[in-house]
């Protein structure tokens, strides 16, 4: 049997776990279905790490996949959190947030493929000096509605994608379809990157690593929506995972 590419995933933390009434990991099972439908062994780690060993555990892995949960602590990106903000941003998790930034300074250090979902992806802008919508649809007038609940396991909008970028080639076009189901996103995007994919009201929806920055990962594709929900039935959504995968195997090198 063909080794498969062994890929780190971040998972969320919980108060109240089903086995105790205490904290527990907690992580949606669609990550590793999508990681699995496109060649991968997911590897989902604790957050309770110690820095050297979060970067034993990105020596040993081919990649990494951040995925999506709670808002990230608004103090790491903005000063002075008008109280009308205050009262739209979720209950952080510092843990996870320091967690996540550690992972992220052994990932580039080490060279490993990245994927970002929804939280991932803004933490990784946030990791960069990036900023954040504290909340889409009191800070941007005209907003589409990007918190749909309903929408998590549906396309409900388009992506308009920027020509020759990762994404457009594994779309194989310059739009997309997405499910949506946040209400942050990414306001600043820090200077590594650059915006790939944008909803028709202008929010950032994925971005990678700027043409004369290419050369600090050998592969990042950071996306707002959620694509391991849809990996079973819409063909792009694969394709991200299977492009992704593909990377790892080849020592970060993908082929779309």
Request: charge should be positive.
């Amino acid at each position: 049997m063909k080794k498969r590419p062994v890929i780190l995933v971040t998972p969320s933390s919980h108060q109240r776990g089903a086995e105790f009434a205490d904290t527990s990991l907690s992580i949606s099972n669609y990550y590793a279905l999508a990681i699995q439908a496109g060649g991968g062994l997911p590897l989902v780690v604790p957050l309770s790490l110690t820095a050297a060993e979060i970067d034993q555990c990105t020596r040993l892995v081919d990649g990494v996949v951040l995925t999506g949960g709670d808002d990230v602590q608004t103090g790491l990106y903005v000063k002075d959190l008008p109280a009308r903000l205050k009262r739209r941003a979720g209950v952080p998790d510092p843990g996870r947030d320091w967690f996540e930034i550690t992972l992220l300074n052994a990932v580039f250090r080490r060279r490993k493929p990245l994927l970002a979902i929804c939280r991932g992806q803004q933490i990784l802008n946030v990791a960069f000096g990036g900023t954040l919508w504290v909340d889409i649809a009191t800070e941007v007038p005209g907003a589409f509605r990007h918190r749909q609940p309903q929408g998590a396991n549906k396309p409900v909008h388009k992506l308009e994608l920027l020509p020759h970028s990762r994404l457009a080639k594994i779309a194989r076009g310059l739009a997309m379809a997405v499910n949506s189901c946040h209400h942050q996103a990414v306001r600043e995007l820090a200077r590594p990157f650059r915006a790939t994919g944008l909803s028709l009201d202008g929010i950032i929806e994925a971005f990678e690593l700027a043409p004369e920055e290419e050369n600090l990962l050998p592969y990042l594709l950071a996306v707002q929506f959620h694509p391991e929900r849809l990996y079973d039935r819409d063909d792009i959504s694969k394709r991200i995972f299977c492009d992704f995968i593909r990377a790892c195997g080849r020592g970060g090198e993908g082929k779309v």
